[in-house]
């Protein structure tokens, strides 16, 4: 059974803190991890795309990634009361073993910043 | 900027009727998707689609639902005898190829089974 594992939250961090979101999964074939941010009631936006070991920046947000560990994290810094929604972290194979690319979802990490 | 689209953005349905739900992808794109969340549970895969035919389905995606690309832009996701348990939100996804490729989710559609 081919798994995302992420803490439900709530976290909860003041205005400016960094807020630090974490995901393990299970399948070693994973080849693209994603992170999206969903509000109640609406569907999944994209946040960042990470593909390789090491870190990626956008803006303030930065999405590390561990093969080995398989691990991947998401790192928001100034968090804003608007940043304040559940973050899904989603794996894919994409073209690996067969695979159509379909996404494997986490349960989300519920995030309240507090002004 | 492209968008996937969904319709109806509600759907409330008694239990045993067919509903049919509507996607429009991004219109370039090749592969797509339909994906259900449950109230308070995670977005789970439902079927992926290419070339006219599913290339692959969960177990969720049993007998009772079926897939369809009937005009070349239209996607749609056939429910064909609702339970209460099919009540969720429902979403349609697409992308251009499959290596490295973000999928971008349309706004949803609420389906509420009674």
């Known amino acids: 059974q081919k798994e995302v594992e992420q803490n439900s939250g709530p976290l909860s961090v003041p205005e400016g803190a960094i807020a630090s979101l974490n995901c393990t999964y299970s399948?070693?074939?994973?080849?693209?991890f994603f992170w999206y941010r969903q509000y109640s009631g609406k569907s999944p936006e994209l946040i960042m795309s990470?593909?390789?070991?090491g870190d990626k920046e956008d803006g303030r947000f930065t999405a590390q990634l561990n093969k080995a560990s398989q691990y991947v994290s998401l790192l928001i810094r100034d968090s804003q009361p608007s940043d304040s929604a559940t973050y899904l972290c989603?794996?894919?194979?994409?073209?690996?073993?067969?695979?159509?690319?379909?996404?494997?979802f986490g349960k989300g990490t519920k995030l309240s910043v507090k002004p | 900027e492209p968008e996937v689209t969904q319709t109806p953005s509600h759907q409330v349905t008694q239990m045993g009727q067919e509903v049919i739900l509507r996607c429009v992808p991004i219109s370039n794109h090749l592969y797509f998707y339909w994906y259900r969340q449950i109230l308070g549970q995670k977005v789970e895969f439902l079927v992926s689609f290419y070339n006219n035919e599913i290339s692959e389905k969960s177990e969720i995606f049993d007998d009772q639902f079926s897939v369809e690309r009937p005009d070349g832009s239209n996607f749609t996701l056939k429910i064909r005898s609702t339970k209460l348990e099919d009540s969720a939100m429902y979403f349609c996804?697409?992308?251009?190829?499959?290596?490295?490729?973000?999928?971008?989710f349309g706004p949803g559609t609420r389906l509420l089974v009674l």
């Open positions: 399948d070693r074939g994973s080849q693209s």
């Open positions: 990470i593909y390789s070991n």
């Open positions: 989603a794996v894919n194979r994409a073209n690996y073993g067969g695979s159509q690319g379909n996404l494997i």
């Open positions: 996804a697409s992308i251009l190829r499959l290596a490295q490729e973000t999928q971008y």
